[in-house]
């Protein structure tokens, strides 16, 4: 029987657990679920986290909120970021392979097929890609989304079965919930415009996306009719608790 296919999105502030640094215990928590699932389920994960990964071991003699010396940051995270999967998940027996792509390569229909037929020998072949935008010459994840576009597109592109965004919430919270200050989370949507009117204009702390950027990765994945999941990935075990109903998050259908 075939696996079926997810592509897991992990933001900046899942990665650090909202901290200051990459955190270890959350790649190898997340390595472990990959591995418990490996027999079901392929993976493909579009990874934020090279400028965290950078500002654990550099400070750069420039102002970091300047665009091109984020993209320095990125340049000097990226294999510090690499290495911390590569050893976390070689341990639990599992493959990685780094793939940098830009907004720009989903627009080529030639470097479409190319990623398609690259990412899938990988799969095939048990490696987990690990995709990221190529920031050093790319500005749009680093100014806009926090790869929730780019995992969108990548989702659509390689034909998976769920797109699960890990984030900082429970998934999408009502309006009134929040506004009374006791957050309820949306389970299942079915129409995105009502979703959009319990939606904020919020954007994460060490990432640059927020819940508009996940509303408008949602939309691009409902076109092609891929299931999105954002779940809170803060949590310990937070795929598998997911795939068991275990836990509150939106499902979006």
């Known amino acids: ?60 003699d ?8 984020k993209q320095a940051l990125a ?19 599992l493959n990685t392979s780094q793939c940098l792509l830009s907004y720009s390569d989903f627009e080529k229909e030639q470097t479409r097929k190319n990623i398609v037929n690259t990412i899938n020998v990988l799969v095939k072949n048990n490696y987990i ?55 309820e989370t949306i389970l299942s949507v079915k129409e995105l415009k009502d979703l959009e009117k319990e939606i904020g204009d919020s954007k994460s702390s060490h990432g640059t996306g927020g819940m508009q950027s996940k509303i408008e990765a949602v939309a691009i994945a409902k076109e092609a009719n891929i299931e999105t999941w954002i779940i809170n990935g803060l949590k310990d075990n937070f795929i598998l608790n997911a795939l068991k109903n275990e836990i509150a998050f939106t499902k979006i259908v």
């Open 129 to 183: 890609p690990i995709i990221n935008e190529n920031d050093t010459v790319a500005t749009d994840e680093i100014k806009f989304g926090d790869n929730d576009k780019l995992a969108a597109l990548a989702a659509v592109l390689l034909k998976v079965d769920i797109l699960i965004i890990a984030t900082n919430t429970d998934g999408f919270y009502t309006k009134e919930s929040m506004d009374k200050g006791t957050p």
């Open 1 to 60: 029987m075939a696996k079926k296919r997810i592509l897991l999105k992990l933001g900046s502030n899942t990665l650090t657990k909202e901290t200051n640094h990459i955190s270890r215990g959350k790649i190898e928590d997340i390595g472990m679920q990959i591995a418990a699932l490996n027999d079901e389920y392929e993976f493909i994960i579009v990874s934020s986290g090279a400028i965290a990964a950078a500002k654990q071991f550099v400070k750069l």
């Open 62 to 69: 420039n102002n970091d909120k300047d665009v091109f010396v």
């Open 75 to 93: 340049s000097i995270g990226q294999p510090h970021l690499m290495r911390i999967y590569n050893e976390n998940f070689k341990d639990l027996g």
